[in-house]
């Protein structure tokens, strides 16, 4: 099964992919996550691309195209399929997945929209809080840590992005307004669209998205 993901920032993406990856048995590809390793490692292209993720830009296509292309070279012989966060984000990126999944024999089986309202998602971006060591997601009030400022999953430290400030979110919604929304037409025209409504809890996106694939829901 190849799902790609889309939505605003804070509508859910990575907590959905975390929470049914292994139930699905898919590679959760997250290119925020490819993207703040390599500026972690400063690495040359960490080093390149510290920029654009700290203005709440994006990155550009080229590299992100790259990442992922190593990936599903990497495993797409194993056949356990994908589940695609954060890309593609722009149309050059959209016609790109396409190009490298076919290059590997595969394609997409369809795209996601998670619509989520822009307090929902503001509310959820300026609590979000991430593990610095295995990356699992929280947030102060919705899906609070059993202890605070520890990860439940490995005991690491938990930080907020340096993009989670009120300014730098403002920025990426309007990224995310002309560079990102053009693609859920894309996904539409080759009839690969499914909306779900992502304001409710992550319990309910999490069931909306099974229903989904036990063919109950279109
Ligand atoms: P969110 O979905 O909460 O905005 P991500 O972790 O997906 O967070 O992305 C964080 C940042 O990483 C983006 O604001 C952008 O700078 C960069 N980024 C992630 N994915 C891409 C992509 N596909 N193309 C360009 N930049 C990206
Ligand atoms: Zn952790």
Redesign the pocket.
Known sequence: MIIVLLG????G??TLAGALKDELGVHHI????L??AEIKAGSPIGLEIKR??ES??????EV?TRMIEGKVKSTASDNRGYMF??????GA?ATDLDKVLSANGLAIDFALYMEASIDVVLQR?TGRRVCRKCGALFHLTNMPPKKDGVCDVCGGELYQRA?DNKETIMK?MS??NEQTMPIIDFYKKQSKLKTINADSGAEDVRKALLQILNGKKS
């Open positions: 605003a920032p804070g509508a993406k990575g997250s290119t925020g996550d993207i703040r654009f993720v709440g830009g994006l990155v550009p296509d992100v966060d954060g890309f593609p984000r722009t990126q971006l993009d990426r990224v995310y």
